[in-house]
């Protein structure tokens, strides 16, 4: 990317942060007018957007300044729209995992039911109230987000492409927690089912509709914005294989995340699915989905996931959906194209 197209997409994201604070201070006022709770709510679900990486309005931004776009206000709505509706994903995610705690903090479910202890509340009581919270502030999240569609100024047919994007993001994700909830209660799915349920959860919305809908705002040709889908969805694949590489694998001081909690958890992941085909699969069945596994025996598991061939087959899946990502590059204006080769370089890297 040019440098001045960086400096644009670096000036948009803060223009994100700003959309994000105005809409939080509005909804924050309005909920006073209706008491203490929701006023609480609202506090603690802006907080819960607060801190990210700003991942999924980079990907609006980057599409956006790549294909020459120059709206910066209309381009932060965009980008909000998608940062408010992963707010709504991550903590509606927390419900269904029962986890009050994200990277290390209390979540909304958490913040609540920690609350509602102090209060004197008995702990399952407590507990209700977080989960409670944590499904109302998802809805409101979830409510909200297309309203910034509206707030970016794009009206006709533009408006009417990137709301019909925001909502196939909402719809995949929906299938794709569905999927995987009846993956952790039913038989092993294979690794092609694996990847396709992380795709519809975490790609559609994270990559896919988000590169499209930077083009689309930025009024590109179709087969643009559909090379941009279909980049999205490779190299969103890919992410998702390296996220559970270093679910495993990876140095937690680095990644702020448990290297136990998804074999705890019993998480099904490529690394699971393809393990399960293997003759080493009694070694791990047993231990796998431990709510107490041990660091020694979780060693033992990586140790096994080697040797069967699971890490070794995720590395490669890795590369070829990363070759296909790039791929799709060739037919993009050279900025753009460079910008997302580095992208890719850059989620690829994260498994070394």
């Known amino acids: 990317m040019s440098e001045e197209a960086a400096t644009v997409a670096h000036i948009d994201l803060a223009l994100v942060d700003e959309c994000l604070e105005r809409f ?14 929701p006023e609480e709510l609202w506090r603690v679900l802006r907080e819960a957007s607060m801190g990210g990486k700003r991942f999924r309005p ?28 992963h707010t709504a994903l991550v903590v509606h995610d927390d419900v269904i995992d029962r986890d009050w705690s994200r990277r290390g903090q209390p979540n909304v479910a958490g913040s609540f039911r920690d609350t509602g202890t102090t209060g004197g ?16 502030a998802g809805d409101l999240a979830l409510a909200a987000a297309p309203r910034f569609i509206d707030a970016s100024g794009v009206t006709g047919d533009r408006r009417a492409r990137l709301l019909e994007l925001l909502d196939e993001a909402v719809f995949a994700s929906a299938a794709g927690e569905m999927t995987d909830v009846d993956f952790a209660l039913g038989v092993m799915p294979t690794v092609d089912e694996v990847l396709g349920m ?35 969805r490779e190299v969103g694949i890919a992410y998702q294989i390296v ?9 937690e001081a680095t990644t702020g995340k448990s290297v136990l909690g998804d074999l705890r958890e019993g998480k099904r992941t490529m690394l699971i699915a393809h ?8 070694d791990i069945a047993p231990h796998l989905g431990d709510p107490t596994l041990s660091e020694e025996r979780a060693a033992e598991l990586r140790a096994t996931l ?20 790039r791929a799709e590059l060739a037919g993009l204006p050279y900025d753009l194209a460079d910008r997302l080769e580095g992208l890719v370089t850059e989620l690829v890297e994260r498994a070394r």
């Open 24 to 37: 939080f201070a509005v909804s924050s006022t309005r909920a006073a007018r209706y008491g203490r709770p």
């Open 243 to 251: 996220d559970d590489l270093l679910g495993v694998f990876g140095d």
């Open 58 to 85: 980079r990907m609006v931004l980057t599409a956006y300044a790549g294909l020459g776009g120059a709206d910066a206000h209309a381009a932060a709505n965009v980008g909000a729209a998608y940062e408010l509706l």
């Open 275 to 282: 393990a399960a085909t293997t003759d080493r699969w009694p």
């Open 198 to 232: 992380e795709r519809a959860k975490t790609s559609v919305y994270s990559f896919e509709s988000p590169l499209q809908s930077g083009a689309v705002l930025a009024g590109a040709p179709e087969p643009v914005v559909a090379a941009l889908g279909a980049f999205g």
């Open 121 to 136: 509340l008995p702990l399952p009581t407590a507990e209700h109230r977080g989960m409670s919270a944590a499904v109302i």
């Open 306 to 325: 080697v040797t069967c061939g699971a890490r070794a087959a995720a590395e490669t899946r890795i590369a070829e959906h990363a070759a296909l990502a």
